[in-house]
Structure formats: C-alpha cells, structure tokens
C-alpha cells in the first residue's frame, strides 16, 4: 500500500527556512515523480513543484521560484522541500503527493499534510 | 501560471446531476489531455476521482464523469448523493512542464 507521510511543518518567524520531509513506502520511490502542493487555510489547493524520478529534472511554482528547493533522496524513500525566506503568504498545509500510475500527470496518492505557519 | 477558472460554488438536490467547469488557455487545458479531478472533504486530503480528461480510477463511482471541449475541461456528478458533497479542483499540466489547480468549486448537496 503507498504511504506517504510528511513533516517538518512548524512556526516560524518571516524571513525564515524551513525543510519538510515526505516519506514514501509501499512503492518503488526510485521509480517515480514527486510532487508538493500546499494550500492555504480556508483556501484551495496550489502546486508548487514537482522533481523526477532521479532528480534530473524539476520544475517550481513561479510564487516559490528562486526561495523554495525540492530534492530527493532514493536511498532514503525521502522527498524534501527546502522553503527559504519564507513570507506570511507561504501559510499553509503542504502535501507530497504521487502521479497514480494510470498516467504520469495526475496525483493519484497524497500524504496527510504538515502545516506550516508564517509569523511573528 | 494563472489559476483555471472554475465556479466558487455549485448546488443541487439528491438524484440530481451537477456539472462543474474548467477553464483554462491553449497552454494548459487546451493543449494537453491531462486534465485531472480531486474531491476534497473537510479536513482530508485530496482523492483523485478523473485523470487524463475522462478516465475513472479504480473504485470511483461510474456517477463521475468527465471531458474536454478546447480550453474548458468538465465534470459531471449525476444522481447526486449527501456524501458527494465536498470541494473539487481540477488540474491540468502546463506548457511550462508544470501543474495548474483550478479555485476549487465548492458542492453543496441540498
């Protein structure tokens, strides 16, 4: 069974980073793409970035561009994001999720969320 | 990267068939078949319910349907249930080679 569970969510003050963990089981981690999407309290949901199997390729959100760093860790089953320079806007629950294996560009499996909070 | 365009809300009462829609541009619904669809409950994490415009994981109730007419993707929930009652979002890849979420339109079963 795919399980997905993420952490590292926390307060923390603007200006400042944080790394978020996502622990794959169940499945091949080495075999497919990643993918963080976060939403915002009472908000809808906003991909932010998604890496490839090997960490060859990745793409971000334009809102998440240049401050947060997605990587992986096939050794460890792990995805990360590393989220520098952090803005009260960053506030949400963030989720690691997993194409299903129908196609490669849905998100067929999604961890439970770690929230992360921007403030003073 | 502008968000797709979905309605903020839709209603409807038990039995009766709803339908959302999906806009987007050339770059992301229009031009790619990969248009997917979540149900979201309070509290949870999203459940895919449609990939690639029409097609229905296994397990999802044959009630759920879905296309694609140029840049508006759709999904359809007929014989409305009380537990069909949550948000849904659509998402599509982008020509940026990344993912767009629609505003999520929220359903409320009367």
């Known amino acids: 069974e795919v399980h997905l569970v993420e952490s590292g969510g926390g307060l923390v003050q603007p200006g400042g980073s944080l790394r978020l963990s996502c622990a794959a089981s169940?499945?091949?981690?080495?075999?497919?793409?990643m993918h963080w999407v976060r939403q915002a309290p009472g908000k809808g949901l906003v991909w932010v970035s998604r890496i490839d199997d090997d960490g060859s390729s990745i793409t971000y959100a334009d809102s998440v561009k240049g401050r947060f760093t997605i990587s992986r860790d096939n050794a460890k089953n792990t995805v990360y994001l590393q989220m520098n320079n952090l803005r009260a806007e960053d506030t949400a629950v963030y989720y690691c999720?997993?194409?299903?294996?129908?196609?490669?560009?849905?998100?067929?499996?999604w961890g439970q969320g770690t929230l992360v909070t921007v403030s003073t | 990267q502008s968000a797709l365009t979905q309605p903020a809300s839709v209603s409807g009462s038990p039995g009766q068939s709803i339908t959302i829609s999906c806009t987007g541009t050339s770059s992301d619904v229009g031009g790619y078949n990969y248009v997917s669809w979540y149900q979201q409950h309070p509290g949870k994490a999203p459940k895919l319910m449609i990939y690639?415009?029409?097609n229905r994981p296994s397990g999802i109730s044959n009630r759920f349907s879905a296309s694609k007419s140029g840049s508006t993707a759709s999904l359809t929930i007929s014989g409305l249930q009380a537990e069909d009652e949550a948000d849904y979002y659509c998402?599509?890849?982008?020509?940026?080679?990344?993912?767009?979420f629609g505003g999520g339109t929220k359903l409320t079963v009367l």
């Open positions: 998402t599509s890849y982008t020509s940026s080679s990344s993912w767009v």
């Open positions: 999720a997993r194409r299903s294996g129908y196609t490669d560009y849905d998100l067929g499996y």
């Open positions: 169940g499945f091949t981690f080495s075999s497919y793409w």
């Open positions: 690639d415009v029409s």
